[in-house]
């Protein structure tokens, strides 16, 4: 299996404060990558799928970045809203798809 | 809007069968270009993918789960369900059911589709005598 290791676990920050979460993967899955944010309750949200594309819907201040087996997620100014759980996930091949553990954005 | 809705027996016995069924609605399971799924997450932990099925009733599942694992699609009733057998305490956890697009090219280049782009609001099993 492709493991996946987000970095860091739990991260501080303040709102208007700009934001990297890293994820790696185990061996290289090309751009099949996708990020989540996910609030207490509730479901993932797609953000970011094939590295670093936009989903619909989503703000701008959202972005990923990275190919092969190094992977970025970046909130250029932090909002209230996005104190929550993020999550990459690859889906390259059926080895099966997996998910990082996790990194949870507090606010500092 | 396209909608999915876990439903099923939020509480199982050790050793039975796990039975949920998610229903679609807002659009058609038999939808081209699209595969459902089942996602789970241990309340507090990560998320694990389960497995996947097409509207014409084409299956990929999680090696990890297989043996134990049968995903199936209604396209009458638009909704598709899966079924995990001999359940324990490990299992106790909240499902979701969730779509994927299939393996797509455009632009002449060709990408994987295993994103998750929509989601149930995810159901608690609990696994308990």
């Known amino acids: 299996d492709i493991q996946m290791t987000q970095s860091p676990s739990t991260l501080s920050a303040s709102v208007g404060d700009r934001v990297t979460i890293t994820c790696r993967a185990s061996?290289?899955?090309?751009?099949?990558l996708a990020w989540y944010q996910q609030r207490p309750g509730k479901a993932p949200k797609l953000l970011i799928y094939l590295a670093s594309s936009l989903e619909t819907g989503v703000p701008s201040r959202f972005s990923g970045s990275g190919s092969g087996t190094e992977f970025t997620l970046t909130i250029s100014s932090l909002q209230p809203d996005d104190f929550a759980t993020y999550y990459c996930q690859h889906y390259n091949n059926y080895s099966p798809w997996t998910f990082g553990q996790g990194t949870k954005v507090e606010i500092k | 809007q396209l909608q999915l809705q876990e439903s099923g027996p939020g509480l199982v016995k050790p050793s039975e069968t796990l039975s949920l069924t998610c229903t679609v609605s807002?659009?058609?399971?038999?939808?081209?270009?699209?595969?459902w799924g089942w996602i789970r997450q241990p309340p507090g932990k990560g998320l694990e993918w389960i497995g996947s099925?097409?509207?014409?009733?084409?299956?990929y599942y999680n090696p990890s789960l297989k043996s134990r694992v049968t995903i199936s699609v209604d396209t009458s009733k638009n909704q598709f369900s899966l079924k995990l057998n001999s359940v324990t305490a490990a299992d106790t956890v909240v499902y979701f059911c969730?779509?994927?697009?299939?393996?797509?090219?455009?632009?002449?280049?060709?990408?994987?589709?295993?994103?998750?782009?929509?989601w149930g609001q995810g159901t608690l099993v609990t696994v308990s005598s």
């Open positions: 061996q290289s899955i090309s751009t099949s």
């Open positions: 099925i097409y509207h014409s009733g084409s299956t």
């Open positions: 969730a779509r994927h697009p299939q393996d797509y090219c455009s632009s002449g280049s060709c990408y994987r589709g295993g994103y998750f782009d929509y």
């Open positions: 807002g659009g058609s399971i038999s939808s081209t270009g699209y595969y």
